[in-house]
Each structure stands twice: as C-alpha cells, then as structure tokens.
C-alpha cells in the first residue's frame, strides 16, 4: 500500500492537497497527478545526462583507441598483407587534387590522405549522430512547457557534454609527447592533422551549445537574465577562444609569424579551459560530474608540459656553432655535448634565447643528424682513441684495421693513434632561413640554445615486419634541404639508395653536405644519385621531372615479392609529387611488390 492509499483511507484527517500557488505554511499532501510528472520529468531528464555521458565516452574512446585498434590489426596474420595492398588506392593518396603537404588554394590548409579523410568522416558522422539521436522528450514536462524546450535543452546539453569529452582529444593530438605516437605506427604529423580537424568539430559544438542555450532562454523570456549572471560570462569566454583558436590557425597566420601564433596559441587555449571550468563550477556546484572531463583534459596537457621540461632539463643550456652557407639561405648549426641514441626519423625542438629572449616560449622543429655520423669512415677509426707518442721514434700502441676477412693477415695495417682527435658528441642540423627567429640566424659561435628532444615522427617498428625498417630495399629521396629529413636513414639500414635533388642555388649546401662525409657510405657503394637543377626551371616542370624520377628509381628496385620502402623529405611540392609516384607504382604493380611510404615532412 502507497501513501496514497493510506491518505484516501484517512481523507477526513488529511491536511488539504497543496497547490501550486499556495505558500507552504502547512503540512500537504502533493496530488498524485502532479507528483507523477516530476518523477517522470526527473527521471527522462537523468535518463538523458546518462546518455550524454554515453555519447561523450564513446566519442573519447573512439578518437583515441582507433589508431591503436588498426596498428593491433598489424599483429593478426594475413593482414599486413591485405593493407599492403589497400594502400596505394585508400591510404596513401591524397583527397584533393594530389595535394597534402602542399596548402589547398587561397591557404584554406592541407588536404587529408584517403585513409586520414576515412577516419576524419567517420569521426564527424560519429559525432553528428550523437548529438542528435536519442532526445527523447516527457510531456507534461514538470519543467518545460513543449516537446520544443524540452528538446533545445537536451540538444545544448548533450553538444556541451561532447564538446568536454572531446578537448582531451584535441590536447593529446596536438602533444609533442603524446602516448598514441609510442604504441601505435601512426605519424605525428597525422596526429597533428586530426588535432586541427577535431578542434573544428569542438568548436562546432560549443557553438551549438550556446546558440540553442540562447534560443532557449528566450522563449522563456529568461535571456536576458542569464547573460548577466558570471557562469554566462564565461561560457562566452569559452565559445569566443574556441573559435578565435580555429581562426587564428589558419595556415596564413602560422605562416606570417610562427613564434607569436604560438604565444597566442598557448594563452587562448588556457582562457578556454579556464572559461569551461568556471561556466560549470559556477552553474552547477559539481553536482553533474561535468568537470571530470576538464580533469582528464587538464591531466594531458600537464602531462605533455611536465614532459617537455623535463627534456629540456636533461640537455640544460648549450651552446651553438652556426655557419651560413654563401649565399643559399642555409645554416649549418652544430650542438656539441648532446648524448643522444638517436633512431631514424628523430627530431628536436629548438629555440635560440642568445638571439631573442622572449622567443624562448616558441621552439621550431628541426631534424638532427648525430655529429658522428659526418665524418669519412677512415676517421671515425683513426680518432677512436687518442694516445700520446713515446717519443722514442716508434709508433705508439695501434689499432689494427681489417679491411678483408678472407684475407685479414695479408689486410692487417697500423694506424697511429695520435693522429686524430676525438669526435665530439652532439648533433648537426641544417636551417633555411624565413621569417621570424630563423631570418636572425647567420654565422655565428657559442650562441646560448635550448635543445628538447629527441622527439620521433614515426614509430617505425611498432607490429612486427610493419615498420620500414623491415623492408628488403630502402629508397630515400630528398628536395634541397629534406636531405636533413632522410640522412639519418642512411646508415639504419644495409640496402638503402638516395636521390637527392637539389637547385643550383642550393649548391653550397651540396658540397658542405658532401664534403662532411654523410654521404660516404653511400658514394662509396655507388648508392647516391645527386641532381642538381637550374634555378629558373619553372615549378610545373620541376614537379613532372620528380614525380617521372621517382617512378624510374622504384621501377629499378622493384624486384617480384621484395617489400620496398620509400622514405621522402622536401618542399610540399617535393613530397606530394614523390606520394603521387609512389602512388602510381603501387597501382601498378599489384600485389606483386609491397610498398611502405613514410614522409618526413617539414611543412608542419
């Protein structure tokens, strides 16, 4: 029996049913039909944060487990090589017009790869699925009037759920130091693509929210009132400098100044966390749960900050050698005392306070090249001890060099070994200088540098026989610079080859280049093929004269059952006809030969 039983058997003692205009100075009773309303307006309405809960999960685990899903799938036999197949038609080509690395027209930004556009559709399908489906609405309603408020209400806080559930996402893909890149064979520069387009969808939600929000305040005639209270205020903060964040990436405004895009990239991002923060703490006193989502995106930021200055604190202060290059726009900057195991594809961070001080909070990525590896083999024997001389006229203690082990006795010479000095520890890279902090540098000597590093592009090896260091041939193909992208490939693998093109402005850069013995291993095997082209050659017939390169050097190494890797680094133009190549090949060559295109691109 209920306790509306029990008042029907005792209705003549029962205080009368309370209204809703009544003051309640009295004991009541509330009639049945309108307790019935609340429960069941009560329980739709948890029934609907619970879903969005839902939603936002699904979304959360879904932007961060895929990449990790498909590297598992390396693992399962046979589909290694159905992907290797898959590739040339789904993965590797670009969704526009061969465009990737080069920006689409009018600096709109960078067209995805079919694979890259498979998952960002699926991503925004998932999401526009979420936000509409499943707001079912209870009427009579013990708080909205219509089926319309109702509904405007779920749809705002369903869209403010998602949006929460997706800034973790959009902090870790844009981490220098984030988990995906260690456990999964997918790029960084994929990652960063995502953590653009993921932005853009974060920023549509919290634009919907605060449309539908309006709107629904309106009809019930309480905009007004709530856009003075301080939790408003800071929603708008919120919405404003997600937008301002999307705008102001823009490829046109990286482009015009990247140290000040970055400053202010960092102070709009956190006036958008402090914004989210105080638009529910002030609202809602932590009753919903809604700020366990800020906690999971303010976890991976201090994650990704923490990490980055505990890089810089292992390397400390160093100091740098820069040398210009003639008249190219190249510098060469050595590091010395830098002790790292540096692997194919590493990169670093690098900011200069001993030019501009305050551009200390914005470092540019560079590839490195270990000093070791720019010295002739012969020296690298020579200088691998030092020792005095006994100053009696014989030679001191010496190392003995085998240069053929059929015939060691006969090969056996002495090589003094205080003829060389050491090679010192640290690592090489080569600038070319634009705007902002590059346009200072010049030939120049002990100039204060912060080092934070190293940082791969790839995980190459992530499943087995997946990354391209299982591969039988290694192709390395470099534009002017983009041959700092590719050195480090060289000596990381036993069959490698390098094409490298290089205009004749570049010139210098080619001889200081060759003249440090990077390339010897190569020359020496007749591996390297250097062509240099003329400064006037227009960029059309440049980037046919690549891409027709590029299809003749794989056809040479394509040899039935081999699995050829091809590794890029250039200008935009460089690397997206070197894609369209490799593209071409793989369609034609079938299942015949496996193919895996990594791109070290330097356009990020």
């Known amino acids: 029996m209920d306790i509306f039983a029990v008042v029907a058997a005792d209705r003549d003692n029962a205080e009368p049913d309370h209204q809703r205009d009544w003051t309640l100075d009295f004991t009541g009773v509330v009639p049945r039909d309108l307790w019935l309303i609340n429960k069941r307006s009560l329980e739709g309405f948890e029934q609907q944060e619970a879903l969005h ?35 040339p038609y789904v993965v590797y080509p670009s969704t526009f017009g061969g465009r990737h690395v080069q920006p689409l027209p009018h600096g709109i930004g960078n067209a995805p790869t079919m694979g890259q ?62 988990f995906l890149l260690w456990i999964t064979n997918w790029s960084h520069a994929t990652y960063l693509l995502f953590h653009r387009h993921v932005a853009r969808i974060f920023m549509v939600h919290c634009i919907v929210h605060s449309i539908v929000e309006i709107e629904l305040y309106r009809s019930q005639g309480l905009a007004v009132e709530q856009m003075r209270l301080s939790y408003w205020v800071w929603g708008v903060v919120g919405t404003v400098m997600a937008c301002a964040l999307v705008v102001f990436s823009a490829r046109l405004f990286r482009r015009l100044t990247y140290e000040v895009f970055l400053v202010l990239h960092i102070l709009m991002a956190i006036l958008l966390l ?41 390397t400390g202060p160093l100091r740098a050698e820069m040398q210009e290059l003639g008249s190219s726009g190249v510098v060469r900057i050595d590091i010395p005392g830098v002790r790292w195991s540096l692997h194919p594809g590493h990169h670093a961070y690098i900011s200069w306070p001993g030019l501009s001080w305050w551009r200390t909070f914005g470092s540019h990525p560079f590839s490195v090249i270990p000093l070791s590896h720019c010295q002739h083999p012969d020296d690298e024997v020579e200088s691998a001890i030092t020792a005095p001389s006994t100053g009696s006229g014989r ?92 050195a480090s490939w060289i000596r990381a693998h036993t069959n490698v080859k390098l094409y490298w093109s290089v205009r004749e402005c570049g010139r210098a850069l080619l001889e200081d280049v060759q003249q440090s013995g990077l390339l010897e291993p190569l020359s020496r095997l007749g591996r390297l093929e250097v062509n240099v082209t003329g400064s006037g050659q227009r960029r059309r017939d440049l980037t046919d004269t690549i891409e027709h390169d590029v299809v003749d050097a794989l056809h040479d190494s394509l040899v ?26 793989g369609r034609r060559v079938g299942g015949l030969v496996e193919l895996h295109y990594i791109e070290e691109a330097f356009g990020w």
């Not at 699995?563 to 071409?584: L, N």
């Open 560 to 585: 039935k059952g081999v699995k050829v890797g091809v590794i890029s680094c250039g200008s935009p133009e460089f690397c997206d006809s070197v894609r369209s190549g490799v593209v071409d090949i």
């Open 274 to 314: 402090v914004g989210c923060w105080y638009h529910v703490e002030l609202l809602f006193k932590r009753r919903w749960g809604y700020e366990f989502w800020l906690y999971a995106a303010f976890a991976v930021w201090i994650f990704d900050r923490a990490a980055r200055l505990l890089r810089l604190a292992q």
């Open 53 to 87: 809960s839902y939603y936002g999960l699904t979304i959360l685990l879904v932007g961060a487990l895929t990449p990790f899903a498909f590297t598992l799938l390396l693992f399962f036999p046979l589909l290694p090589t159905l992907f290797a197949r898959l590739r």
């Open 395 to 486: 030679t001191s203690p010496t190392l003995a060099v085998i240069t053929d082990l059929e015939k060691a006795v006969s090969k056996i010479r002495s090589i003094p070994l205080h003829t060389r000095p050491l090679i010192r520890p640290g690592v090489r890279l080569y600038v070319k200088k634009h705007k902002g902090i590059t346009s200072r540098l010049g030939s120049a000597r002990n100039i204060l540098t912060l080092l934070e590093g190293p940082y791969r592009n790839h995980s190459v090896g992530v499943a087995p026989n997946a990354g391209v260091l299982a591969c039988d041939r290694l192709i390395l193909l470099a534009g002017g610079i983009g041959i700092t992208g590719v």
């Open 117 to 178: 556009g498979m998952y960002i559709v699926f991503f925004v399908i998932l999401n526009v699925i979420c936000s509409a489906v499943g707001h079912n609405s209870v009427q009579p309603n013990a708080f909205y009037k219509n089926t319309r408020e109702e509904i405007m209400l779920y749809v705002a806080n369903c869209t403010g759920v998602i949006a929460f559930a997706l800034l973790p996402l959009v902090i870790l893909f844009a981490g220098r130091n984030n």
